[in-house]
């Protein structure tokens, strides 16, 4: 499946969902359909036995939660980001992830938020040949991360997470991201 017949499916599901939204109860923080940026650093190795490369992650996401009575909130989420990844052969031109979301609302006003997810990323890459004659290709793996959130208001929150990417073949990555997300 190509990478564009994907971001419709995943935009799809979101938007489908979303309609459930406008019955949020506004006391329930994580509830409801989402937007938002995010950016942070990320360290790549493409290769077994490579070292790291560092560098700047930025991108944005879309979502949909449900916060139950209890406090659970589980969702689903997709990214769409750019790593600026790069070194001397292959560059990373985007990413895109799709996943689920499981975390925990705590604190006497509900405004705190614990979660976990797990994602599918695709990952589009540039190889820069021996010759300078480019091919692209993409890698796709499974990612797994963990994060705080706080509500500022009904509508705005703050994040900070971390997440591992792996591709398989000795190729993964560590990004720590902090992001700032509108409840539509």
Do not use: C, P
């Not at 604190?107 to 705190?112: K, M, P, T």
């Amino acid at each position: 499946m190509n990478i564009a017949k994907s971001l419709i499916a995943a935009t799809a599901l979101v938007a489908i969902t979303a309609g459930a939204a406008l019955a949020a109860d506004d006391d329930k923080k994580f509830d409801g359909a989402y937007v938002g940026v995010e950016a942070g650093i990320d360290w790549t190795k493409l290769t077994s036995g490579a070292s790291r490369d560092k560098s700047l992650y930025y991108g944005g996401v879309l979502g949909f939660r449900k916060q139950m009575d209890s406090g659970l909130v589980f969702g689903i989420e997709g990214s769409f980001g750019d790593t600026g990844y790069q070194n001397n052969s292959t560059n990373a031109d985007y990413e895109w992830s799709t996943g689920l979301i499981l975390g925990s609302a705590f604190g006497s006003d509900g405004a705190n938020l614990i979660y976990g997810k797990a994602a599918y990323v695709q990952t589009r890459f540039t190889d820069i040949g021996d010759l300078g004659t480019a091919s692209k290709f993409s890698d796709g793996g499974w990612r797994f991360g963990a994060g705080y959130e706080r509500a500022l208001s009904s509508k705005i929150s703050l994040r900070l997470g971390g997440d591992y990417t792996t591709y398989g073949h000795g190729a993964n990555g560590w990004a720590s991201k902090a992001g700032l997300l509108v409840k539509f």
